[in-house]
């Protein structure tokens, strides 16, 4: 591999925090604009939980023609500015976390990484007439003070993501977290907005551009879909009404909770509208 040009590595693993499946969605777009082939593969049995990740059979009458695997691949491409990207993307390893954070640092120092960044999706109680916010999670007091992104605090489950923050940090490594807010009353489906704003976030952190033009496009889209159906109901009407006034005032107090406010009506309105907002897509093209 010939030297390359200040890599930056992004990492997306699936199995941890991904509400609307956001991150997947905008590694996928970062994987498909710098053109990211795979340069490194990690060895699947010693990671991989096959009993609880198990291969998909293709069965074609009868013929067992292809099995495929969950596999854990270091890719590399290019964004817009010649900046090479590093993106390490598959399942969360279901073991060996310590071996895999070193693997993957060790790779990281040779290859002359200088920031990581993996990226993450939350429900929150926040309106998708709104702009989706970002958090971040870093070790360095340092990379706080550099990012504009919300700042929180509250003891959750980590992901392996954490561990790699702490293990690059450690070995100078610029690493952080960026973290999306999905609206939690359509946290079950995509949501492109929170795409967007991922990329966006990486590009503040970072200096990657990815222009992601398929993926931009479809926030408009969704988001009419959205008014049009809260439109009709003045239940909900009111739900986004309130959402947007928390939003407006900067109330994070329940920052990465994912707890709406407080109240009946807003919770029997996010059920609601979760359960009718699927139904109403599920009838669109």
């Known amino acids: 591999m010939s030297s390359l040009v200040d890599p930056v590595l992004v990492v997306m693993l699936t199995g941890w925090i991904d509400a609307g499946g956001a991150a997947r969605a905008a590694a996928d777009a970062i994987e498909h604009d710098v053109a990211a082939s795979p340069v490194a593969e990690f060895d699947d049995d010693t990671y991989v939980d096959f009993r609880a990740r ?18 854990i691949l270091l ?6 500015t010649g900046r090479d990207v590093l993106l390490l993307a598959g399942p969360e390893p279901d073991m060996a976390w310590h071996r895999f954070t ?12 200088r920031h990581m960044a993996h990226l ?28 504009p992104f919300l700042r929180s605090s509250i003891d959750v489950p980590a992901g392996v993501a954490a561990a790699l923050e702490h293990e690059l940090h450690d070995r100078g490594i610029v690493s952080l977290g960026i973290w999306a807010q999905v609206p939690h009353y359509i946290s079950s489906m995509s949501y ?18 990815v222009d992601a033009a398929s993926l931009r496009g479809e926030v408009m889209i969704q988001r009419r879909r959205l008014d049009a159906l809260v439109i009709g109901n003045d239940e909900h009407r009111t739900m986004i009404e309130q959402l947007e006034q928390i939003y407006d005032a900067d109330d994070d107090e329940r920052e990465l909770s994912g707890e709406p406010p407080q109240s009946s009506l807003e919770i029997r309105s996010a059920d609601e509208l979760a359960a009718e907002v699927e139904e109403f897509l599920r009838g669109q093209d």
Not at 134 to 144: A, M, Y
Not at 192 to 209: E, F, H, K, N
């Open 54 to 71: 198990r291969p998909i059979m293709e069965l074609r009458e009868g013929l067992n023609s292809v099995l495929n695997w969950e596999r």
């Open 75 to 80: 890719s590399l491409g290019r964004d817009q």
């Open 102 to 113: 070193r693997v993957v640092a060790d790779m990281a120092q040779q290859l002359g990484v």
């Open 120 to 147: 993450g999706a939350y429900p929150f109680a926040t309106p998708h007439t709104r702009p989706a916010r970002i958090s971040v999670s870093t070790p360095s007091q340092d990379v706080l003070m550099q990012v």
């Open 192 to 209: 492109p907005a929170a795409s967007v704003a991922l990329l966006d976030g990486l590009r503040d952190a970072t200096g990657i551009v």
